[in-house]
Structures are given as C-alpha cells and as structure tokens.
C-alpha cells in the first residue's frame, strides 16, 4: 500500500497554511517545512513561466529516487503537494480528495480566515480518514 510521508497546503502567495508529517523518519521542524513550501512555490511559479507549451500549469509530478512529490493547483492559486513513497499510483486522485476536504471543512467555516493557518477539527478528522494507508488505492476513481 501507498505510504505518505507529508503533506503541505500552501496559499496563492507562497504563504504555508497547513501541514502535517505522516512519517516517522526525517521529519522536518518548523523552518525546514517553511523554506520547502516556498521553495515549491518558487519553482512551481518559475516552471509555468519557462515551460515550452502554452497554458502549462506548473509542476504536478517531481520524481527522486527516494520520494515522489504530487502537486494539485486550484484555480485560486492554492496548491496541495504531497511527498509520499516512489511510484505510489492514485495520487491525483488522493489530492482532489483533499481539496475537496479542504472546500467543505476549511473555506465553508465562518470563523477561517483566508490565507492564514488552517486550525480546523473537522478538517484534520476527515483528512486522517482519507489518509488511511489502506484507502488510498480506493481513490483512483
């Protein structure tokens, strides 16, 4: 089954607003979270502007030999990237999941202010639900 080991929420200014750690080794602090998220935002912005092709979204897939990075854009400009094992399938799907928590639980809650951190309950139990090792294969729909 697909292990994830992180998942980040970063706002249409670069700005982290959510993450969370679902692996036991190399967990990163605080700051090393802060400079990985904006350095995706960097890049991903830095690859829509240099991409050959007209209309070109930014990087969705980046692939290492010891991790793969999945990356889901809105149209508002917020991005979900998760870091998870190599070759892990049902990823998309996974993240239209997650943007689709992040709708219902976070943009719908009258006391979320935009662009700064997610501290939503509903949000968390629901996404640890989604998460699940043995669910994500049912995502790819």
């Known amino acids: 089954m697909a292990a994830i080991y992180s998942l980040f929420i970063i706002n249409k200014s670069g700005g982290l ?9 190399g967990r990163m602090d605080t700051n090393d979270s802060l400079r990985l998220a904006s350095l995706w935002h960097s890049m991903h ?6 991409s050959p092709t007209t209309g070109c979204s930014g990087i969705e897939l980046l692939q290492a030999d010891t991790f793969d990075l999945h990356c889901f ?5 917020t991005k979900i990237f998760v870091v998870c094992e190599p070759s892990t399938l049902h990823m998309e799907g996974l993240l239209k999941v997650i943007y689709e928590l992040y709708t219902d639980y976070v943009l719908k809650n009258p006391f979320y202010e935009m662009e700064m951190p997610i501290r939503c309950e509903l949000f968390d139990v ?4 989604a998460i ?10």
């Open 17 to 25: 607003i959510f993450y969370k750690d679902y692996g036991s080794a």
């Open 45 to 50: 912005a830095i690859s829509q502007q240099l």
């Open 73 to 77: 854009q809105s149209l508002t400009g």
């Open 126 to 129: 629901n996404l640890s639900q």
């Open 132 to 141: 699940q090792k043995d669910r994500v294969p049912l995502l790819g729909r």
